[in-house]
């Protein structure tokens, strides 16, 4: 027979946890002596303790472990291999959420250390009307999201014939009278064709802009968003105007992907 000492120190756990565990009933030792009431376990009982161990660091708590023994699925293999497969299936699903969160803070920490106070100088220019045709993106209506609707641009950019610049389209973000919904068209600038069909015209006015150049992964734009709107505008007296705002690719854009891309923001001001 093995005391509980004993049992303790081959697994790495206290006295206390083994008297615990037999108050309430889960791992109960083989004889308790009468004259001493030292507890003593039988060498046939340690693959049960090494079982609710094992549970245990897994994050199951007493309970559930207790009604495993009740129901007598403490010992069956099949179960307990369904159970882990499960934990190792929620264990996959938390590894690529801290994987997520840990690309966000590694993008904090640059984005961070790349703007550190120091603000960006625009360009400002005055430019005349022009007419872009493409494919349309509504925020409240559309299905999917803007980068899925650039995927099915892309393959039917040739149906533009009269474009201007072949080698530069427009991200066109139109917004509503509302101010809460809005358009998003990509596009090339074309001279007033009839647009193939799913596809639409806008006449974009005449305008004065700030132009700033995002540099990097497309997914990174809103930082820099963010930084026209709350730190660089501001700093440069520029007051934003209700109009159409747009990027503008072109042959320095190498990708969404490519952190050597780079696009220019055109923002309405006054």
């Given at each position: ?7 303790a ?13 037999d108050?309430?009933?889960?791992f ?6 009468e004259?001493?009431l ?5 060498p046939?009982q ?20 207790q009604e ?32 997520r ?9 640059e984005?961070?250390?790349n703007?550190g106070g ?5 360009k ?12 349309e ?28 610049e072949?080698k ?8 509503m009278d ?72 072109d042959?320095?854009f ?17």
């Amino acid at each position: 027979m093995l005391t509980i000492g004993l049992v303790a120190r081959l697994y790495g756990i206290t006295a206390k946890t083994l008297r615990h565990y037999d108050a309430i009933g889960l791992f109960t030792p083989a004889r308790v002596g009468e004259d001493n009431l030292y507890r003593l376990y039988a060498p046939e009982q340690l693959p049960e303790l090494r079982a609710i161990l094992f549970l245990r660091s897994m994050g199951l708590s007493l309970d559930s472990i207790q009604e495993m023994k009740r129901s007598g699925t403490l010992g069956d293999a099949d179960y307990i291999k369904g159970l882990l497969q499960q934990r190792a299936d929620a264990i996959q699903d938390e590894m690529g959420s801290l994987n997520r969160q840990l690309q966000d803070i590694h993008r904090m920490v640059e984005y961070m250390t790349n703007t550190g106070g120091i603000p960006v100088e625009p360009k400002v220019i005055e430019k005349e009307a022009f007419t872009i045709v493409g494919m349309e993106w509504h925020s409240q209506s559309s299905e999917g999201d803007i980068p899925s609707m650039w995927q099915r641009f892309i393959p039917r950019e040739h149906e533009i014939e009269s474009k201007r610049e072949p080698k530069v389209s427009y991200g066109i973000c139109i917004p509503m009278d509302d101010c809460e919904d809005f358009t998003y068209v990509a596009c090339y600038e074309a001279d007033g064709e009839q647009p193939p069909a799913g596809m639409t015209k806008v006449n974009v006015p005449a305008q004065r802009y700030a132009v700033f150049t995002h540099k990097g992964k497309t997914e990174s734009m809103g930082e820099t968003y963010e930084l026209i709107y709350g730190k660089w505008l501001p700093l440069q007296g520029l007051k934003v105007t209700k109009g159409i705002d747009f990027e503008r690719y072109d042959e320095r854009f190498h990708g969404p992907e490519s952190e050597s891309s780079e696009v220019d923001i055109y923002i309405p001001i006054e």
